[in-house]
């Protein structure tokens, strides 16, 4: 008995000798090539180890057409240059120029447009020389509430004709921001009916300026900084500028007692990265898709930040014994007709004008019913 055990034993080591013998022979008979190909072949069940390709970095040149320490108009550029830094992990960035230090602003649109420069932060508005349907992609007299605005570009055609505008001058827009109104202005002295806007110089840019020169205004454009010295010497009687928050940041409460609301000119106002088509197609999928999140962020963030920044500012300014007032009888209803001959002007001039302000004047009577019947008034 134990002797056949120790055969059985023999024989037992003899086939694993010989079993191991084979496959060290057939695994050398294969070529280096074949056995690197078995080798790398996952085990039945296992999840392949596949190695993470990441697009190339890219640095962006984003040259800014307004000051980027300016109250969320300006500080909405830097947030959203180190945002992008961190979303991306570092792999995408904008280099962010201060207005002016790459070229002056009359210039960049086309800078950006052949290349020279990858993008800026503008309100659309900053070119409307170049094309006065640029004004609807940032704001227009009498124009809607931001939620108003924003619901025609995203549901009804407004990004699409956007997206087309910018395409003749080789750029892509992406809407960064929404700010929140503006005021009516600051005057040296009492507003009591239309008839005193007659004869007045004001500070006034944008189609703005062409409404309220209708009703005898002489309308000036200048920079902030010039404005407030034109207004407190005396140089000018008047000067819209922006919202309580930005206005008080530049000491407008020392150089006027009035200070009128609301901003017919400016309900709402849009902030957009304009991109290089080239710079924007040059991109992965993914780099798209983290600037257009961050820019969609910004929007729910410029609303709320915007709006809510405005009640210390106002309350600031009545401390300061500034006359806060809302326009007298009158003036609004002659402001909106002034407005109804601008646009009919320019749609007879620029049929790009005439074509965008049929989309949004079509969208907004569509949306005037659930306007009044949805919200509160």
């Not at 349907?133 to 699409?160: I, K, M």
């Not at 924007?280 to 898709?289: G, H, I, N, P, V």
Request: hydrophobic share 45%; with cysteine.
């Amino acid at each position: 008995m134990g002797r056949m055990v120790a055969v059985a034993g023999i024989a037992l080591v003899v086939g694993i000798l010989v079993g191991v013998g084979a496959v060290s022979l057939q695994h050398s008979a294969e070529t280096p090539v074949a056995r690197a190909i078995k080798e790398a072949e996952p085990v039945a069940g296992s999840i392949p180890n596949v190695p993470e390709v990441r697009a190339p970095h890219k640095v962006l040149k984003l040259a800014s057409t307004v000051p980027t320490s300016a109250p969320l108009i300006g500080t909405m550029a830097t947030e959203t240059a180190e945002r992008l830094a961190s979303l991306s992990d570092g792999n995408i960035e904008f280099k962010l120029y201060e207005p002016k230090t790459v070229v002056p602003n009359d210039q960049l649109l086309d800078k950006v447009s052949d290349g020279a420069i990858d993008a800026v932060w503008a309100s659309a508005g900053e070119f409307a020389d170049r094309d006065s349907a640029f004004w609807f992609f940032s704001a227009v007299p009498f124009g809607p509430a931001a939620d108003e605005l924003l619901a025609w570009l995203d549901s009804g055609g407004g990004q699409e004709l956007m997206d087309a505008s910018f395409a003749r001058f080789n750029i892509k827009p992406i809407v960064c921001a929404v700010l929140p109104p503006k005021s009516g202005g600051w005057f040296r002295r009492e507003i009591t009916s239309v008839d005193d806007l007659k004869g007045l110089k004001m500070r006034f840019k944008g189609l703005g300026a062409r409404v309220i020169a209708k009703l005898g205004v002489e309308t000036v454009a200048m920079s902030g900084g010039d404005t407030f010295y034109a207004l407190q010497s005396g140089a000018i009687d008047a000067a819209e500028f922006s919202s309580p928050k930005v206005d008080l940041r530049f000491g407008f409460d020392k150089a006027a007692g009035y200070y009128y609301f609301p901003g017919w000119h400016q309900q709402s106002s849009l902030m957009t990265l304009l991109i290089n088509a080239a710079s924007w197609d040059a991109l992965s999928d993914s780099q798209r898709d983290q600037i257009t999140s961050i820019c969609g962020d910004n929007i729910r963030k410029s609303l709320a930040e915007g709006e809510a920044e405005q009640i210390k500012a106002l309350q600031e300014i009545n401390a300061k014994g500034i006359a806060v007032q809302t326009w007298p009888p009158g003036v609004l209803e002659a402001l909106q007709q002034a407005w109804h001959q601008v646009v009919k002007e320019e749609k007879a001039a620029n049929p790009e004008f005439k074509t965008v302000w049929d989309s949004y004047e079509g969208f907004r009577k569509a949306y005037a019913d659930w306007r009044r019947l949805g919200h509160l008034r």
